[in-house]
């Protein structure tokens, strides 16, 4: 347990598998009250029972990110149920990696749905609330692709660029409201996150590449546990984080 942590009411979207999964898991270890967000209802739901019966609190409450109600219904289950919200981690996203040349239209908006309209519903939703509590933290999360680019990935990395200039003005903004900002930026992490790349020779190359070197979601986790567990005059701004054996 964590006296930082315990007791923290945490929404996380993406709880469904990979990063924020492994979050949940480990923060509800911790203490926190858990609010699990995803499409996948039958996955966060699995994993509030599971959960629940470890002796932790969680509630499942399946969203979409790219539905501005849902993101809005999310938080305020949240808000109903455990009377507050601490943090809002924004952690949703997917990277279907194509050059450009390919034209992979629907995926490119898929992504600036995902990985930018979905932080920014997240921000809206739960911004009132900490305003109004005068305290709250907002975790968004970027990537080692919001550092660079490489080719194959500018769509990507342009969304996670977005985030970590939106999360940079956000900081700047919610000073008055003693609200707390970080922005992860993680390198390669074994999760799902693959799986999605619908060009199967990018998806071939890029899983040889990252699997190779990708770290476990636990790193993530833990990342997120040290900017919630500081004091609440410390505000950690930003996070980078690669595998030892990572270059780019
Ligand atoms: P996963 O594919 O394992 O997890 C992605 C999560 O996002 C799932 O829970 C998925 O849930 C959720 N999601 C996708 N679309 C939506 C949507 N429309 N509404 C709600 N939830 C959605 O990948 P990761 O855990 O790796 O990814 C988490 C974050 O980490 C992403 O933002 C990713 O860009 C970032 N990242 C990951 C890195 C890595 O190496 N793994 C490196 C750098 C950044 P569901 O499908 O059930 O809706």
Known sequence: MSQR??????????????????????LA???????????????????????????????????DVTDQDQVKNLVEVAVQEFDRID????????????????????????????????VLYGVAAALPYMKAQRSGHIINVSSVYGHVVDPGAAVYCATKFAVRALSEGLRKEVKPYNIRT????PGAVST?????????????????????????????????AFAINEPDDVDINEILFRPTAQLV
């Open 5 to 26: 942590i315990e007791n923290k009411v945490v929404v996380i979207t993406g709880a469904s598998s990979g990063l924020g999964e492994a979050t949940a898991r480990h």
């Open 29 to 63: 270890a911790q203490g926190a009250t858990v609010v699990l967000a995803a499409r996948r209802a039958d996955r966060i739901e699995g994993l509030a029972k599971e959960l629940i019966a470890a002796g932790h609190k969680a509630k499942a409450v399946p969203t």
């Open 87 to 118: 943090v809002m981690l924004n952690n949703a996203g997917l990277m279907p990696l194509a050059p450009l040349e390919r034209l992979k239209v629907d995926e490119w908006d898929r992504m600036i749905d995902v990985n930018i309209k979905g």
């Open 182 to 185: 970080t922005v992860i930026s």
């Open 192 to 224: 799902e996150l693959l799986e999605h790349i619908s060009e199967k020779d990018i998806q071939q190359g890029t899983k040889d590449f990252v699997g190779k070197i990708a770290v476990g979601p636990d790193t993530f986790a833990r990342a997120v």
